[in-house]
């Protein structure tokens, strides 16, 4: 019998689209309704307009549009610079690039500078396959530790399309994960309002809290489905916001559930689970707590759903540590 190998795709095409409805570009085109609506944003980009959805920006204001070439650490400046002359710049790269090669124009030309900029900040975790070299598997841990500096991980298209244009309104530095491409619509904008610094209750349970931040809140919310059907029953908190962190409502979430879970889409040192637990210490909420997450470890190249589901970053992998830690 033949069968196809799970080759990793080209650095352009979508890999994560599953049965739900899709949004081609969120970012992109709220960043140009954003501008619509407040007539002072510039995009920027380190020669990846193509794969950090803000070509649909330049194609709409050129004149609006910077490409800095292969050079972050000039990006993080020029956005600076600009962001004194009264725009809002909005500068895209890898998170990886942002973080490793200019974390420190970040930490001071935008946030110990107190500037105007926001860092969109494509690839985070595990939505690439192309291996250490591109995964920003910990780039919460490390922009969660700069003053001043807002840090932020969108569930799905309306999750991006509501931050974009709460970070534009926004009056300071912010870095923002990006999903790019065909990005699922998991959250009902009808129901959900993102709100900077707050977390949202999207499921309410009796059993066992699910706290979870990213594009891993789609996996929480089908983790409870799946709980369900063994007669668990399972809450969701979504966390977008991971600085400022909204603890008062972490802490009093995982305080009506005899277990917690925390999933993200990074390294679970340092980031949403390091968090949650630091939160329930600080509180005196003791609870089992277990984490979905990244191993501390760098991950090898492959199809990212393949490498997803060996980091038990999936719908199965929350729902283990549920059991598991009920069992505690």
Request: hydrophobic letters at 45%; charged letters at 20%.
């Amino acid at each position: 019998m033949t069968t196809t190998p799970n080759y990793s795709k080209a650095m352009g095409v979508d890999e994560l689209v599953g049965s739900r409805p899709v949004v081609d570009a969120p970012f992109g085109n709220a960043l140009i309704a954003a501008h619509k609506r407040r007539g002072d944003i510039v995009g920027l980009t380190a020669d990846l307009g193509k794969y950090t959805d803000i070509l649909t920006f330049r194609d709409a204001y050129p004149d609006r549009f910077f490409n800095v070439g292969m050079a972050e650490q000039n990006l993080v400046a020029v956005a600076a610079g600009l962001a004194r002359t009264g725009t809002v710049p909005f500068a895209t790269t890898y998170g990886v690039f942002a973080t490793r090669r200019a974390y420190d124009f970040i930490a001071i030309a935008c946030a110990h500078s107190n500037v105007n900029v926001k860092i969109v900040a494509g690839l985070p975790g595990l939505t690439t396959g192309y291996g250490g070299t591109h995964q920003a598997i910990e780039d919460v841990a490390l922009m969660r530790m700069v003053p001043n500096l807002v840090v932020i991980d969108p569930c799905d298209a309306t999750d991006i399309e509501q931050i974009t244009h709460a970070v534009a309104d926004y009056q300071g530095s912010v870095y923002m994960r990006l999903l790019r491409g065909k990005v699922r619509r998991v959250l009902d904008s009808q129901r959900y309002t993102f709100i900077l610094g707050k977390a949202s209750v999207l499921k309410e349970g009796t059993d066992v809290g699910i706290i979870s931040t990213g594009l891993m809140t789609e996996q929480a919310l089908d983790a409870a489905t799946t709980l369900a059907h063994e007669g668990i029953s399972a809450g969701v908190l979504h966390v977008p916001t991971l600085k400022p962190f909204d603890g008062d409502a972490v802490a009093e979430f995982a305080s009506r559930y005899a277990a917690v879970v925390t999933a993200e889409n990074h390294v679970i040192r340092g980031g949403l689970g390091t968090q949650v637990r630091e939160c329930l210490f600080d509180a005196g909420v003791v609870r089992p707590v277990r984490s979905v997450g990244i191993a501390d470890a760098f991950i090898e190249l492959g199809a990212s759903q393949t490498l997803m589901e060996r980091s038990g970053l999936t719908t199965m992998g929350i729902a283990l540590k549920a059991r598991e830690a009920l069992a505690r």
